[in-house]
């Protein structure tokens, strides 16, 4: 676009702002952030400064910033590259959490017309949900790296990742199958930020690797990318097998792998197999005399509080998993010289239970 030019159309500038034309035509409606100009007083004409002002609206409310005071920022920053006032001094983070959304406005239940129903959370979760609406792939992935930086894997996780992750459950849940496109992107944005977390880690020893399965039928494998990477960056082993894996081939990776740990998530209870779990810690593996078990920790929240029997845990979150795994292997280290091998026969394969 350049100087002289007529300017772009309202579809035009969404694309290239990664927005809706909606919420570009929601803003202007809300806020009065609409163009200086328009074709025969009727149709939208957005030039270069009309233009930056909605960029800067996208990086504010990316930010976390409530979406009024961007508008004001935004709407300063155009009057100055107009030529008409000073820019006023940048929109400062919101206060209070609960700031409105940038979209049409949400319902006290986060129905199907507003935003992602959060509550009270981070200003980096209320960035991140508005980003996943506009479906603003760069935006999401560079909060969360930003997350990742200033918080540590651990809080992110915790307190940025997966509350955007389960009000963006809850809104397609809430909207019959809309908004599914905003869950499947924000989930692969925030796949592909664990598993770039993940690589950079140092290289593990050769310890027994810790074992990750979903139970069968589960499908939900985000928790254990999270563990995954949480592992990584503790300089500990592991595989990590994904989702729905079947009892046979998860029993048969114990049993090849002598894991000191295996983590089991199910996200309901319709995909908590307790008898599986009690088949898993009691698996056996090692030379005879001295076989072991290995310890099974009871991840996500299909699973029942009695769940946990003998060889057994529920960790209550991320970092209590990590510290009950991390325990392990600072009891191997302190105990007996072990040549770095997983327990059982040379090539991998256990002797049979």
């Not at 307190?159 to 924000?186: F, I, N, S």
């Amino acid at each position: 676009m350049t100087e002289g030019s007529p300017g772009v159309s309202t579809g035009a500038v969404a694309r290239r702002l990664g927005v809706s034309p909606t919420t570009v035509r929601s803003w202007e409606q809300r806020y009065g952030m609409g163009p200086a100009v328009r074709e025969g007083n009727r149709h939208r004409r957005w030039m270069p400064a009309d233009v930056a002002m909605l960029e800067e609206m996208c990086r504010l409310t990316s930010s976390g910033i409530p979406p009024a005071e961007a508008a004001r920022a935004a709407v300063a920053l155009r009057r100055q590259l107009d030529g008409d006032a000073p820019v006023e001094p940048s929109a400062r983070p919101p206060q209070d959490a609960d700031g409105p959304a940038d979209v049409p406005p949400r319902s006290a239940h986060g129905g199907a017309g507003g935003g992602l129903p959060l509550g009270r959370v981070r200003q980096e979760c209320r960035g991140l949900a508005r980003a996943a609406l506009r479906l603003d792939g760069p935006a999401m992935e560079s909060l969360l790296h930003e997350a990742m930086r200033i918080h540590g894997l651990v809080t992110a996780w915790e307190e940025v990742m997966a509350p955007t992750l389960h009000a963006a459950g809850r809104k397609w849940e809430a909207a019959d199958d809309r908004y599914v496109e905003v869950e499947h992107l924000l989930s692969w944005h925030v796949s592909t930020v664990l598993r770039r977390a993940a690589a950079a880690a140092p290289a593990p020893g050769r310890a027994a690797p810790v074992v990750m399965a979903c139970l069968p039928g589960e499908q939900y494998t985000l928790p254990l990318e999270a563990l995954a990477a949480g592992l990584a960056e503790r300089a500990l082993p592991a595989r990590m097998f994904g989702a729905a894996v079947p009892a046979e081939a998860l029993l048969a990776a114990v049993r090849r792998l002598g894991p000191p740990a295996v983590v089991l998530w199910s996200q309901s209870r319709s995909t908590a197999d307790s008898t599986l779990a009690r088949q898993v810690a009691s698996t056996a593996f090692g030379v005879r005399g001295a076989r072991k078990a290995p310890l099974v920790l009871l991840a996500g929240p299909g699973w029942p509080p009695q769940a946990a029997t003998a060889g057994m845990r529920r960790p209550g979150g991320l970092r209590q998993a990590l510290d009950a795994i991390g325990a392990l292997y600072t009891a191997r280290a302190a105990g007996p010289a072990d040549d770095g091998e997983p327990p059982g026969p040379p090539g991998g394969e256990s002797s049979p239970p």
